[in-house]
Structure formats: structure tokens, C-alpha cells
């Protein structure tokens, strides 16, 4: 089993360009997460989804959007890419009732 | 009063020392806690889940206070591979409905030879 995989790895944008990160899972989990990173502040919340169909807002949520694409993809989009969303993003997975998270690799993201 | 409060560290030690991290949590219904450790540019991984009566795992050793809402993590005999950020983490709520985890920022260790 691959665990949690992300691509890409690492992504350089300009100011207002778009992307999507992709995040997949191959433990049959029904829940998905994404993170953000950054120094000095932890991982914080953006947005997550308890299962496949749903989604809901976590923490910082504000520029992005997801998609659960099925029970084993979760994208993080960015639509128009700002300097503050220079960071590095965790895709995580649980399977509930279980508490325990499993992350991706991660993908580091500078907007320029 | 932020969820859950590390002291940040850096924690400086030499390879056979004993060091504890702390950690306090401001939501009193949490009922779930872990560390997890986080290498340099890794992701996190769990460490060990937290249960009410302490729990060991080799060289480490969990403790919560609820009363208290604090959780500790001793590490006994460190060596040269344990140095990492430590990450604190409390769920949000204990009911369902909740998916929520809440890291702390970490406590970074370095063990020096």
C-alpha cells in the first residue's frame, strides 16, 4: 500500500494563476483532510471531508476549494493563488471511528 | 487561550538524557490525545496515542491529567534518531460530528552526540 500520495511535490505559481492539488488514499479510509503548514503556526485546518460527497470548512478556508472526487481522491484548488498562500500542504486520511491520521508527503507551494 | 499550547524549545540534549515535553489543551470534553513527531520537511507521524491511565512504548511514556488538561511525553535515553518536532494532538470534541484534530505547533528536540 502507497498510504497517502500528493502531487505535485512542488509547484511555483505567479499571482493570480490557478491550480489543483491532488491527494489520493489507498486505505479504504472514508475520511479526508487538508492542511496547511506554516513556521510558527502549526498545522491549521482548510478544509476536510468525513466522507465521500461532503465536504465542510475548517479553520482557513478562504481562497480555496475541494473536491471529493470519490472515496479515494481529495483535490485542494486553488483559483487565483496569492503570496499568503505560500505554504506547505498536507493531505491527511482516518478511518473512523479511528482517530489517527495518516499525511501525505506533502506539497510545497510558493506564490510569487 | 489557544487549544492546545507547546512549549516550543528548542530542546537542546545530549544522546542519553531524559527530556519531557508538555502540552495543555483548553477544550475540557476532548477525550482523545496523541503525539506525533515530525521529522525536517517530513510529514507527521503518529507517535503514540495518549490513554488515560499513561502508557509506555519503549523508550517513550505518555501521561494525561485531565483535571489538569495536560499531556506530557517522557523520552527516556534519547538517541541521535529522535530528534524531530514533537506535535501535540487533541481532537476537538468527543462526539461525532466532530472530525476535527488540533495540533499544536510543536516542540522541536535536538539530540547531540
Known amino acids: 500500500n502507497a498510504g497517502v500520495t500528493q502531487t505535485p511535490k512542488f509547484q511555483v505559481l505567479k499571482t493570480g494563476q490557478s491550480m489543483t492539488l491532488q491527494c489520493a488514499q489507498d486505505m479504504n479510509h472514508n475520511s479526508m483532510y487538508w492542511y496547511r503548514q506554516d513556521p510558527g503556526m502549526g498545522l491549521r485546518l482548510i478544509y476536510y471531508s468525513a466522507s465521500e460527497g461532503t465536504t465542510d470548512k475548517g479553520e482557513v478556508p478562504n481562497g480555496y476549494n475541494v473536491s471529493r472526487l470519490n472515496k479515494r481522491e481529495f483535490s485542494l484548488r486553488l483559483e487565483s493563488a496569492a503570496p499568503s498562500q505560500t505554504s506547505v500542504y498536507f493531505c491527511?486520511?482516518?478511518?473512523?471511528?479511528?482517530?489517527?491520521?495518516?499525511f501525505g508527503p506533502g506539497t510545497r507551494l510558493l506564490v510569487l | 487561550r489557544k487549544e492546545v499550547e507547546q512549549d516550543p524549545g528548542p530542546f537542546n540534549v545530549p544522546e542519553g538524557a531524559t527530556v519531557a515535553f508538555n502540552c495543555t489543551y483548553s477544550?475540557?470534553?476532548?477525550?482523545?490525545f496523541f503525539w506525533y513527531r515530525q521529522d525536517c520537511r517530513k510529514e507527521p507521524k503518529l507517535l503514540m496515542s495518549?490513554?488515560?491511565s499513561g502508557n509506555e512504548d519503549g523508550r517513550f511514556t505518555a501521561q494525561l491529567n485531565r483535571a489538569s488538561q495536560y499531556i506530557s511525553l517522557l523520552i527516556r535515553d534519547s538517541k541521535l534518531s529522535d530528534s524531530a518536532t514533537y506535535l501535540c494532538?487533541?481532537?476537538?470534541?468527543?462526539?461525532?460530528?466532530?472530525?476535527?484534530?488540533?495540533f499544536g505547533k510543536g516542540t522541536k528536540l535536538t539530540v547531540n552526540p
Open positions: 495518549v490513554y488515560s
Open positions: 477544550n475540557s470534553a476532548s477525550q482523545s
Open positions: 494532538v487533541v481532537n476537538e470534541s468527543p462526539q461525532g460530528g466532530s472530525e476535527k484534530l488540533v
Open positions: 491527511a486520511s482516518r478511518n473512523r471511528p479511528m482517530w489517527t491520521q495518516y
